[in-house]
């Protein structure tokens, strides 16, 4: 048995995965940049209105208002999406939509409800336009180039990608982005007393829980999963775990790790020849816990009690996944908070309790046995209570990882 702190050293020493992927815009968000990227245009890439009005020379409605209105000659209309370049001279205008790009002869733009046609006002002329604003230089006027310029770098390599950066990757007219590989992972939910929901349940069976469990945090931290279950016979034990051993990065196996007659993964993964780098974690739930590693597979084998699976899950295969992929992110995030009320019982090891964490306070559910999940429903976080004799009071500060 070693301490979670080695534990969590031997994890820190996984390599990460090699390859990358090309992945597209539309789904290369939570994904991590392989390539720098750089914007080869500007955004946006010409001079834009803002409005839906009036484009023109700012010092031909120098002193306009409503008692003394510019005249000007529209020369053009520019709606959103429109190329043609008009050459807009002294004394006249364009009408102009929101996103119509400002002719490259104006500075200036004024909205509509500051503009009338003449011949709306009553006067001759239905291209005269009446301008009741002063305008100044470059007032009204998106630069090209206002978002970024050419030449931005929009993400670096081992970037995590956000919406808006893909967004931006998108303006600036990327469609795809290199990203590193994300891991492929197996959940293997081991045990002869196992059925999938939804099948008859017969006698001394019970439902799989555990590679629901997983597979939805998995999903919730942005990673696929596949799932399967298997009896605990040595001989499919062996033959479930070969199968994904060098095809999948990880295999996360629920039960059959410790010490019962039909316990077999422990030995089933040293007749494989899978490398053991670690067996047993001073912790509670889940202390069975273990690694081995064979063909670039990270096999990490939980206790199958449900609380157990999901609470090491969180501590040990959340590190993992991080190193894996190389995404800091996919650690638990540690805080603190103090507990509500007296936790009464003490433990040998360091046990890690489901609790839900609200402004700093943390409120343990009664229910705290390794089979009970419900409880966990709503919780946020795990906080850890070191080993200590007896109970521990009210108040006391803890070590908090959210989940
Ligand atoms: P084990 O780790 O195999 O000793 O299993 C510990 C407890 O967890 C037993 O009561 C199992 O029936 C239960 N268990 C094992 N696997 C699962 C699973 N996939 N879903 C729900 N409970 C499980
Ligand atoms: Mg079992």
Same mark, same amino acid.
């Given at each position: 048995m070693i301490s979670v702190e080695e534990a969590l050293r031997i994890i820190a020493k996984t390599d990460p995965l090699g390859g990358t992927e090309t992945v597209s815009v539309y789904d290369c968000a939570g994904r991590i940049a392989a390539e720098d990227l750089v914007s080869?245009?500007?955004?946006?890439p010409f001079p834009r209105s803002p409005l839906d009005g009036f484009a023109f020379h700012s010092e031909d409605v120098k002193g306009a208002g409503r008692e003394r209105p510019a005249r000007l000659k529209q020369v053009g209309y520019v709606p959103a999406g429109c190329g043609t370049e008009f050459a807009v001279g002294p004394g006249e205008c364009v009408r102009i939509m929101t996103g119509g790009r400002i002719p490259a002869d104006c500075d200036a733009v004024v909205g509509i409800e500051n503009a009338a046609y003449e011949a709306a006002c009553g006067f001759d002329g239905d291209d005269a336009v009446q301008i009741y604003k002063e305008v100044g230089h470059f007032q009204n006027y998106v630069f090209a180039g206002e978002d970024f310029a050419k030449g931005t770098v929009l993400c670096k390599v081992g970037q995590k990608i956000d919406a808006a950066t893909a967004g931006c990757l998108a303006a600036a007219g990327f469609a795809a982005l290199r990203a590193r590989r994300r891991p492929r992972v197996a959940i293997l939910a081991t045990g002869s007393e196992i059925a999938a929901p939804g099948s008859p349940l017969q006698a001394g069976k019970i439902y799989d829980s555990n590679s629901v469990y997983l597979k939805s945090r998995l999903k919730q931290l942005g990673l696929e999963s596949e799932t399967a279950l298997c009896p605990d016979d040595p001989a499919i034990l062996a033959q479930e775990l070969q199968k994904r051993i060098g095809s999948y990065d990880l295999v996360l196996t629920t039960g059959g /790790?410790? /010490? #019962? &007659? =039909? &316990?077999y993964l422990p030995i089933i993964l040293a007749e494989l020849g899978a490398a053991v780098r670690f067996a047993g974690v001073r912790l509670k739930p889940g202390s069975p816990l273990m690694l081995a590693e064979k063909d670039g597979t990270q096999i990490l084998c939980l206790s199958g009690n449900p609380y157990a699976a999901a609470a090491t899950f969180e501590l040990f295969a959340r590190p993992l996944l991080a190193k894996l992929s190389g995404d800091p992110s996919l650690e638990p995030q540690e805080t603190e908070g103090v507990l509500a009320? =007296?936790?009464p019982k003490g433990s040998a090891v360091p046990r890690y309790l489901r609790a839900k964490l609200e402004n700093g306070t943390l409120y343990v559910p009664s229910g705290h046995s390794s #089979?009970?999940?419900?409880?966990? =429903?709503g919780c946020n976080c795990l906080a850890e209570l070191p080993a200590c004799g007896g109970p521990t009071p009210a108040g006391t500060k803890l070590k908090v990882y959210r989940i």
């Open positions: 080869p245009i500007d955004q946006p /790790v410790s /010490v #019962g &007659d =039909a &316990d009320e =007296a936790f #089979g009970q999940l419900l409880t966990m =429903a």
